[in-house]
Structure formats: C-alpha cells, structure tokens
C-alpha cells in the first residue's frame, strides 16, 4: 500500500483483461487489483527504460523465464528482486543454477536479491498474515525490498544468506512432492512428520556444502517454507506428490496443474549437484526416481526405509 505499482507482462491480451476486468480470473480468482496498480505490455526493448525510472524491479516468472528477464534488465542501474524458488534446468553449464547464479552469470554488476518464505500467492492477495525473507548480499537490495513489501499483513526479515535462502526454496519444492506422495499413499502423519524432518536435513546438507549458514534452514525460507509446502493442500508440488500417488502419470500430474510445479524441473539437478558435492540427499533422489519412472511409490518408500542406521547429527551437516 502507498506504493505506485506497475505490473508487466508479456502477453497484451492478458494486460488488457486484467485492466478491463481488474481482476486475475486464472491465477486469483476472487481477488480485486488495486485501483491504482497500472500495467503495461511494453515491448521488451522498452523494457530496460521503464524500468529505471523505478525503484525496485520484482520479477515474477517461473525459474525457466529468469535468464530470459535478466537479460532483458541486465544493465538495470535498480534493484532487482525475484520470487523464483528452483534450479534453472541445465543450459550451457554442466549443472543447473541457482537464481543468483544465473544472475551473477549474465549480469554480475546487478544488485540483486530475492523474496522467499512461506507464502501461497492467494493468502498474500487476500491479505492473510503472512511472513517473508528478503535476501542479499546488497544491503539496499534488502532495504528496498522492506520499504517496497513490509506492511501490516506482510512482515519481511531481511537476511544477507542469499545461498542459503534460495537452497531452501528449491529444495522444499522437491520434498513437498515427496510429502505428496506420503499423503497420497496414506503413510500416516509419522512417515509425514518424519520426511519433514529428515528432508529438511538433507535441505540444510546441500545448502552448507554450496557455502550457506546453516541457521539460514531454521528460518522462514528453510523450515517454514518446507512446512507450508509439504503440509498445505494449495501447494502445486504438494498436489503433484498427491497425484503421482493415486497413479497418474507425471504429465497428467502436472497438466492438471495450469502452473508451475518448480520442484518437477529442479528435482534432478538438486541430486546432481549434490552428488557432485559428495552430499547425500536419499529423499530427493527418491523423487528423482519416481519422476522418472525408476521406481514405483512403494518402492521407493521400500527403499528409504531400508537404508542402514546411522545417527541423527552426525547425517546432519
Ligand atoms: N504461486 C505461489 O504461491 C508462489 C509463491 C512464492 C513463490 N512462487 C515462485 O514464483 C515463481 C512463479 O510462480 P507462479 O506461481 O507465479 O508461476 P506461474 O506458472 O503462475 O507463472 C507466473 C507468470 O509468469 C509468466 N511467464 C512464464 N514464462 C514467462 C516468460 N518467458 N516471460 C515472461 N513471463 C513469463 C506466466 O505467463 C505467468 O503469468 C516460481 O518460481 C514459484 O516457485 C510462487
Ligand atoms: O504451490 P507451490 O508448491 O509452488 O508453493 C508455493 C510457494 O512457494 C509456497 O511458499
């Protein structure tokens, strides 16, 4: 609130129903615009002006439209912020890239950052309290998504752990899947509180090995986010688990979705890259499995469960 906003897309069509409708039938239904949000379908050429003369850019595409949009900003003078929580799918690199690697690829002068933490976007629309983490390694990148979101339904702690943040938000994706199919398969909330638990280890693992702190996993892009996703049933990666467990296909899965499920496309390369790391991840590469039809459901909890002993701390960092 008491912000001027403009919100861009690609589509004209879709920017001159939402200014017509002032609402966003498709992806909120029931949600009315702000009366003093504008739009625009400038030209992407267009795009690089219009933006400077902003104080903050928010880029709100799936993982697979970041490189594309930070190419477009790439000479931004700015910040720029992204809601992207996933693995880019490998490009010219032998593994996929984290939002903030990609960004450091193509425009590594950016100041840049990203909102993360537990938040389906119908809550946040509907004003429902909700809490955030705005993470940097740039001090007025962080200050400027605060000034840009902190409202009375909207807390956001800042956190200079951009490793760490967006770890986290890739890799619930990819255990709410597996949470899914926990559910689906009618496991009990012990296998659930247990996969939780253990997913959010192998989530802290991965994320110290690529350099985050390790307290980065307790907070809300870490545990909180894994708790919203696994458990809450507005999760798109959640349903997918639900739904690869009642025996559909994964493109069924996924079709019925009209979204994107992020931990679909980044489950792989979370494996990958923590194999290349020497980190054991047996959940993610569960999913991995069934994704790609190696394995059955039943298998794979076969599996998890028949894995030797050890102990909880020392498989936990
Ligand atoms: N939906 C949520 O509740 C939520 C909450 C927090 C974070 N996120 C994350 O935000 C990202 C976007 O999620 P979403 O639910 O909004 O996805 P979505 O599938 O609803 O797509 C968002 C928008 O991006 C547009 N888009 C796709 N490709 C594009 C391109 N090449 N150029 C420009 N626009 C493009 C789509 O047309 C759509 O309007 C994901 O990484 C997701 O994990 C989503
Ligand atoms: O619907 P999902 O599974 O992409 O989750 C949405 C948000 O990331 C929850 O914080």
């Known amino acids: 609130a008491g912000h001027q906003v403009t919100l861009w897309a690609r589509d004209a069509s879709q920017v001159l129903a939402l200014q017509q409708q002032r609402a966003n039938q498709r992806y909120l239904p029931g949600v009315a615009l702000a009366p003093a949000l504008q739009f625009s379908a400038a030209p992407d050429a267009e795009l690089p002006a219009l933006v400077n003369t902003c104080d903050l850019v928010v880029v709100a595409t799936p993982m697979a439209a970041l490189r594309q949009m930070l190419s477009i900003l790439r000479n931004c003078r700015v910040p720029v912020a992204w809601l992207c929580k996933g693995f880019e799918a490998p490009v010219s690199e032998p593994f996929g890239l984290l939002a903030h690697e990609i960004q450091g690829s193509i425009a590594p002068e950016m100041q840049a950052g990203v909102l993360s933490g537990p938040s389906f976007a119908l809550e946040v629309a509907r004003g429902q309290p909700t809490a955030l983490v705005a993470a940097s ?17 909207l807390r956001v702690y800042a956190n200079d752990d951009i490793v760490g943040v967006e770890v986290g938000g890739a890799v619930k994706n990819v255990l709410a899947i597996a949470t899914g199919l926990c559910d689906g398969l009618n496991l009990g909330l012990n296998a659930r509180a247990a996969l939780i638990t253990r997913g959010l ?27 919203l996703t696994a458990t809450g049933d ?67 909890v076969a599996r998890l469960m028949g894995r030797e002993p050890t102990t909880e701390l020392a498989a936990l960092v």
């Open 137 to 153: 390694a740039h001090e007025v990148v962080r200050q400027a998504l605060v000034a840009a979101f902190h409202s009375s339904a």
């Open 201 to 227: 280890a192998e989530m802290t693992r991965l994320g110290v090995a690529l350099g985050a702190r390790a307290e980065t996993f307790m907070g809300l892009s870490g545990l909180g986010d894994l708790v």
């Open 234 to 300: 507005l999760s798109r990666n959640r349903q997918v688990g639900l739904a690869l467990a009642q025996g559909q296909s994964l493109q069924q899965a996924t079709g019925a979705l009209g979204h994107v499920a992020e931990g679909v496309y980044s489950a792989r390369t979370v494996v990958q890259r923590a194999a290349h790391l020497g980190v054991d991840m047996p959940i993610a590469q569960a999913v991995v499995d069934l994704l790609d039809g190696r394995m059955t459901p039943r298998q794979s």
